[in-house]
């Protein structure tokens, strides 16, 4: 059986630049966008919600960093999850030099494990 699952992921950037891993060379290039191509180029995705924002709107909690450590089966596993990311405090801080926030969430599709 399968079921749908909202997956969410936040970017933050001070222009609207982005790296995209070229798999086959397996290189970084960087690609500048004016933001009404970003919205283009979005808009050709399946996305579910997508929303720009301040850092400062975003809310650091050592709650969620509990429900990583106590919950999630990714913790540890990923460079994209605690404890590699670091503390919360190091997160902040390192999110806040940031101008800006592009939270992204999209719905897939995935096996019913239950």
Not at 7 to 12: E, N, S
Not at 50 to 78: A, D, Q, T, V
């Amino acid at each position: 059986m399968r079921s749908k699952e909202l997956v969410q992921g936040v970017v933050c950037y001070n222009r609207i630049m982005f790296e995209i891993q070229i798999r086959e060379r397996n290189e970084l290039e960087e690609i500048m966008l004016d933001q009404e191509l970003l919205l283009q180029k979005m808009n050709e995705l399946p996305l579910y919600f997508y929303h720009f924002f301040s850092p400062n709107e975003l809310e650091f909690s050592e709650r969620i960093r509990w429900i990583c450590e106590n919950e999630c089966p990714m913790y540890g596993k990923s460079w994209a999850c605690p404890p590699a990311v670091g503390t919360v405090e190091a997160c902040k801080c390192k999110c806040q030099k940031y101008e800006n926030c592009l939270m992204i969430s999209t719905i897939v599709e995935v096996t019913d494990i239950a």
